[in-house]
């Protein structure tokens, strides 16, 4: 029996590594639903992260964001879940993920790769001025972040989109 069977495949990582590319091919796969918890945050408030963001500032979203992971933690039925890369800034969104039975995989990437697939991210304002210098600090800021909430480590580098859902498959297997 997978590890995997019965529970959530939660894929955490930095922005542009491909969370949602891959988790679809995972849920489509695996006949699971895809929850992404940027679009789940749009549906839930009826206004894009970029309003939310604007108007009412991080904090805000960030609060959202961790009503929205646990929502989505909490679903009783096995899902592929995509969850934003800075779910991991909070203690009680890293707490919820290691208490979790979740299975969580953090998808990694040079930092290089990150910026060539940032360019045109609508719902990254935080991106919006040198997206090259803020990735970096990110990156260092959060890699132990994710390293505590992960149960393995899938490198995207030199691998398409699909070859990466395979890994996490053989990963989680
Ligand atoms: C963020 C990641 C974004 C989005 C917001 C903030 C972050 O999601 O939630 O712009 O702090 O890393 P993706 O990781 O899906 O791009």
Redesign the pocket.
Known sequence: MSVCEGKHIVLVGM?GVG??SVGRVLARQLHRPLLDS?ELIEERTGRT?REIWASDGEASFRAIETETLLAMLGDGEPAVLAA???VVLAEANRSALTESDAHVVWLLANVDLLVARVKN?V????LDDDPEGILRQMYTDREALYTEVADAVVSVDHRSINEVAQAVLRCAG
């Open positions: 922005m969370k949602s940027d992260v934003a890369g800075g991210g719902h990254r304002p935080l």
